[in-house]
């Protein structure tokens, strides 16, 4: 939850910026690119893993990837408001 709190501040942080300049695009701008970094930061968190030789356990293992799924969807939850912005900004301009 906190996540997605995050994501919701930085979407509103675009839309007062945007509301502040009178230029609406900037809310596409801000918020796509919050949403763009956290969506590679996920899968970067996926993907990045300790070396295989260093793990013994299987449970050390489920217990990395637990930890880089969650990575995931803390990364998901903080672009997601971001994207709402940008197709709401997208809808209302055209």
């Given at each position: 939850?906190?996540?997605?709190?995050?994501?919701?501040?930085?979407?509103?942080?675009?839309?007062?910026?945007?509301y502040a300049t009178m230029d609406w695009s900037l809310?596409?701008?801000?918020?796509?690119?919050?949403a763009g970094i956290a969506l590679i930061w996920g899968v970067l968190a996926l993907g990045?893993?300790?070396n295989?030789?260093?793990?013994?356990?299987?449970?050390?293992?489920?217990?990395e990837k637990q930890q880089r799924v969650t990575k995931m969807k803390n990364a998901v939850?903080?672009?997601?408001?971001n994207m709402v912005a940008?197709?709401?900004?997208?809808?209302?301009?055209s």
């Open positions: 939850m906190k996540y997605f709190l995050i994501g919701t501040v930085i979407a509103l942080v675009g839309v007062l910026v945007a809310v596409s701008i801000i918020s796509g690119i919050a990045a893993g300790k295989k030789s260093t793990r013994t356990t299987s449970s050390e293992k489920r217990r939850m903080i672009a997601v408001p940008v197709i709401v900004n997208l809808i209302m301009i």
